[in-house]
């Protein structure tokens, strides 16, 4: 008789309770990866999406082909934004467990990835963004009122409260707005893409996508069409090891590596050490690039890990070990980052202590004027007359009436 049947199920090696392992993240020296040409043949760099293009070393020296690329003041404002987003996070974490919001997602351990990225691309670009992208808006310069506003949902929330607090959205600074459906940002960033194409324009669009999230349908339409109309897009996927409760490999991660998905599709990609802001601006700037010329599609995953909650509404230490993020082996960006620069003499830890002070106070002074408009339980709110606005281009006939009959 044939042997039973029996399903694989992806399960994690450790649970809570347990010693983190990532024994199974291969880490490679840094600058062993070379850097190709842009206009490469896919297939030449193949390797690429299994492997880990990375720069800093572990004594803080940027080495290889991908270094170089940032002056010592452009590393410094990469430091102070990245500090500011985490500072920013902290600040409204607070606020949701005092009650002034109701929902927060911090991106804590992930802040390179964002502001790096986005230092690489130029005014007018668009970002898809996924719901761990604020240091997009952050080295972007948008105000942080104008973020708290919408997280608080107050009279000053320029989407009037019709967002889940964190789902930002603002065409000024390239960030398009934050959808909850996972997913659906991706093959928008593709179609904006082909739109500006057929414009004859020179804008690009950059898509957001964590690892959990490619296992939906959306991720692989998207690839569809950027590898036939090959658009000027830049696909990233987010890997920081977990979605929710669920780790990478439920999403498909034990079988192959994110940015292999790309090879059956004829897209070029890559591997990025996301912890590496040096990495992820070289890498991206390549990508960037590509695009710009006219090359197409590029798909890049950013290995990094979720340091935190996925939420304010998760436990982690339901389903991983509470010493995990101290485990993990890529370490944390904004300290390695500030070592890179104290190594070259173009920082020092009382210079740190000191902007480490300044963004905190920054952070706090927007938190104060934010909350002066309302937060979630108290002060002004947006009218409910709002709720009928900027739904049709012309208000129908029963929303008027609905809206006469609430008396707003």
């Known amino acids: 008789m044939s042997a039973r049947l029996s399903l694989h199920v992806p399960e994690p090696s450790v649970r809570p309770g347990g010693r983190a392992d990532f024994s199974h993240v291969s880490v490679p ?32 020296e940027a080495v290889g082909d991908w270094a170089g690329v940032l002056s010592a003041d452009e590393l410094r404002e990469g430091l102070r934004d990245m500090m500011l987003t985490r500072a920013f996070d902290a600040r409204m974490l607070l606020s949701q467990r005092q009650g002034k919001t109701s929902f927060y997602i911090t991106c804590l351990g992930e802040e390179a990835i964002a502001i790096a990225h986005r230092k690489a691309l130029a005014p007018g670009d668009m970002c898809f963004p996924t719901y761990r992208q604020q240091g997009l808006l952050i080295a972007a310069g948008w105000p942080l009122v104008d973020m708290m506003c919408e997280i ?19 065409r000024e600074a390239g960030f398009f707005t934050v959808s909850g459906n996972l997913g659906t940002q991706y093959p928008q960033a593709v179609g904006w893409a082909m739109a500006s194409a057929i414009a004859g324009d020179t804008k690009i669009a950059s898509g957001w996508i964590g690892d959990g999230a490619t296992a939906e349908t959306d ?10 109309y090959r658009p000027p897009v830049i696909l990233n996927v987010v890997n920081n090891q977990w979605a929710i409760s669920s780790y990478q490999g439920i999403a498909g991660g034990e079988a192959a590596k994110f940015a292999a998905r790309a090879h059956g599709f004829g897209i070029p990609s890559l591997r990025a050490d996301g912890n590496d802001y040096l990495a992820v601006y070289a890498v991206s700037l390549w990508a960037v690039e590509r695009a710009r010329a006219n090359l197409g599609p590029t798909l890049i995953e950013w290995v990094t890990y979720r340091a935190g909650a996925h ?11 509470k010493d995990e993020g101290a485990a993990w082996p890529l370490g944390d ?5 500030k070592t890179h620069l104290i190594l070259h003499g173009h920082w020092s830890e ?4 000191q902007m480490r002070a300044e963004v905190d106070a920054e952070v706090l002074e927007a938190a104060k004027e934010a909350e002066s408009h309302g937060t979630l339980h108290d002060g002004p709110k947006p009218s409910p007359a709002t709720m009928f606005e900027d739904v049709y281009k012309e208000m129908p006939r029963h929303l008027r009436e609905q809206r006469q009959q609430l008396g707003v």
Do not use: C, W
Request: hydrophobic share 30%; no cysteine; net charge negative.
């Open 29 to 60: 020296e840094a600058g062993e990866v070379p850097r190709p040409p842009i206009d490469v043949n896919p297939s030449e760099i193949r390797d690429f999406a299994y492997t880990m293009i990375r720069v800093l070393d572990d004594h803080g």
């Open 152 to 170: 608080f949902s107050n009279e000053k929330d320029r989407l009037r409260g019709r967002q889940l607090p964190g789902l930002y959205s603002s």
């Open 219 to 228: 991720f692989h339409s998207a690839l569809v069409f950027a590898s036939v």
């Open 311 to 321: 939420s304010t509404s998760d436990d982690p230490s339901k389903y991983r070990p």
């Open 333 to 337: 960006p904004i300290e390695r980052l």
């Open 350 to 353: 009382e210079r740190q202590k």
